[in-house]
């Protein structure tokens, strides 16, 4: 019912948001047929007007670009001349991304304050932030939650520590984040989820906190989160300025191991700026700290991220792999099976660099060889419509099946350490 509204609305001539709205923009596949075109494919993603959405090394998996209409043509004839098959999925993203934002937001209105915390709309950070408040005030021996920095637009970091209330020993610790990029709303809600089963599902998920402790930062990049809501939904950065012109760091770049050396840009407009230095922005480093501080104590680093339904850990700077690369994958595949027996959905595991691209200056990389934390793993969870804007009416099965992996995941991990 609320879409017929929302397509009425549309239909009747009500006028776009003022935020950016991607008006006329495409989003194509591109089908590599062998590793000359995935060539191609890979030296096209190096033009910062084309943004890549998801770029796998894999043939036969799709590559997938946003291209602005004064470059359509252009990326076409390019494709064209090489041959290369695409296939337009989207031939206006704008008018997409509008109608899911009325949805999203008509969702919100509706539900109102009917309920603690929904998963029938993405929610907006300072209820997320209310959210782990309320859980920490109704559930005190069990949730704390800290401020572990502030964000460039002063925004409180909340961190969520989640306990089954044993305190008579130092527990072993697993580390969550989510929304390091922006525009990629499914990884908060994951989060969020995650929270939701190990406080208010306590009794069925008691065993993941017997000897764990669970601390949680679901948004971690939370003035870029807000800005997609508000002003441009495909943001991806940070919000602190960097020139004149332009805005933002990708905090995924930004860490301090191998920092800037492959993959990440130098231009300060680019998706994928690492940033003037390491470390240059009050989130990463934020988030830094609260590594090194359960340094020891920590043995499982999990990054939420969109999409492509990938369970990645190091490097992200080199193909090589880690030493201990065989205990990563382990956890990794736990997840990936558990996730297959229960809903038949396929996750690729491997190391980053050799599943999609390398990308130095990473968090997970970061967590693995300076915090010491032994498993480190980025979940890319599934697209949904073009990529990053999965529909309100995904947001439960898809963080429902996240769960399923990460509870194996937990599980082997638990197991192991």
Request: net charge negative.
């Amino acid at each position: 019912m609320y879409l017929k509204i929302i397509l009425s609305l549309l239909l009747c001539g009500i006028a776009l948001s003022k935020a950016d709205s991607y008006l006329g923009y495409k989003v194509y596949d591109i089908d590599a047929k062998n590793d000359f075109e995935k060539e191609v494919i890979f030296r096209l993603s190096g033009n910062d007007d084309y943004d890549f959405f998801d770029l796998p090394k894999i043939i036969g998996k799709p590559a997938r670009v946003m291209v602005q209409p004064k470059d359509q043509m252009e990326f076409e004839t390019t494709l064209n001349k090489f041959g290369i098959d695409y296939n337009v999925i989207n031939e206006d993203i704008g008018q997409t991304l509008e109608i899911e934002r009325l949805q999203n937001n008509f969702l919100r209105a509706a539900l109102g304050r009917s309920s603690r915390i929904s998963f029938s709309n993405f929610q907006r950070f300072g209820a997320i932030n209310a959210y782990l408040d309320e859980l920490a005030k109704a559930y005190p021996n069990r949730v704390s939650v800290k401020t572990i920095g502030k964000s460039y637009e002063n925004r409180d970091m909340k961190a969520i520590t989640i306990t089954d209330g044993d305190l008579s020993h130092k527990k072993k610790a697993i580390l969550v984040d989510g929304g390091i990029h922006a525009r990629e709303w499914i990884a908060p809600a994951a989060t969020i989820y995650i929270i939701h089963q190990l406080v208010e599902n306590f009794e069925k998920n008691s065993n993941l906190l017997k000897e764990y402790d669970w601390i949680i930062l679901p948004v971690v990049n939370p003035d870029g989160y807000e800005y997609t809501h508000t002003n441009s939904r495909m943001w991806r950065k940070t919000r602190r300025p960097i020139d004149g012109k332009c805005f933002g760091t990708d905090g995924n770049r930004n860490f301090d191991y191998h920092w800037g050396e492959v993959g990440a840009s130098a231009v300060s407009c680019a998706d994928t700026f690492k940033g003037p230095t390491a470390f240059s922005e009050p989130e990463t480093r934020a988030l830094r700290d609260l590594m090194l501080t359960l340094k020891g104590r920590a043995k499982m680093y999990l990054t939420l991220h969109s999409y492509g339904s990938y369970l990645l850990y190091p490097w992200g700077w080199t193909s090589e792999l880690p030493e201990t690369w065989r205990d990563i994958d382990e956890v990794a595949q736990a997840g990936a099976s558990a996730i297959k027996k229960a809903t038949g959905s396929q996750y690729t595991v491997g190391s980053s660099t050799n599943v999609l691209y390398a990308a130095a200056g990473g968090s997970d990389d970061y967590a693995y060889a300076e915090a010491k934390i032994p498993i480190a793993i980025t979940m890319e969870l599934p697209a949904g419509g073009s990529g990053f804007d999965p529909s309100p009416d995904q947001i439960q099965p898809y963080v429902e099946e996240t769960w399923i992996g990460i509870k194996a995941m937990a599980e082997k991990v638990i197991e192991k350490y």
